[in-house]
């Protein structure tokens, strides 16, 4: 691996470190509000913040025994798991919107 690849990946993992805390509050966001969509007028349930969104993300994830995706390899990879991170949940957003108006 020469200097440039190995500056590269350094760059694309710090990237990743970063993107972290935005990809936990933008899930967040995204469940807070599917769950003021949904689970507030199923359940009569009081809505939840963004805050305590990603506080019940990180249990579940705990639960699930804190599998992590992988995202060794190219910085290729890392930006599709970077992507996937990000546009998964806006289409999880679209199709809980339908189904609200359903």
């Known amino acids: 691996m020469s200097d440039s690849d190995k500056a590269a990946s350094a760059g694309m993992g710090c990237i990743i470190i970063l993107m972290v805390p935005v ?3 933008w899930d967040g966001y995204i469940l807070s509000i599917l769950w003021e969509w949904h689970a507030v007028p199923m359940f009569g349930v009081k809505p939840i913040s ?3 969104a990603v506080g019940l993300i990180v249990t579940a994830w705990g639960l699930n025994g804190f599998r992590f995706a992988a995202t060794s390899g190219t910085g ?3 930006a ?3 992507a996937y991170r990000l546009i998964l949940p806006a ?3 679209l199709v809980g919107y339908v189904a609200k108006g359903i």
């Open 23 to 25: 990809i936990y509050a």
């Open 50 to 52: 963004p805050a305590m």
């Open 76 to 78: 290729d990879a890392q």
């Open 80 to 82: 599709q798991w970077i």
């Open 91 to 93: 289409i999880g957003l």
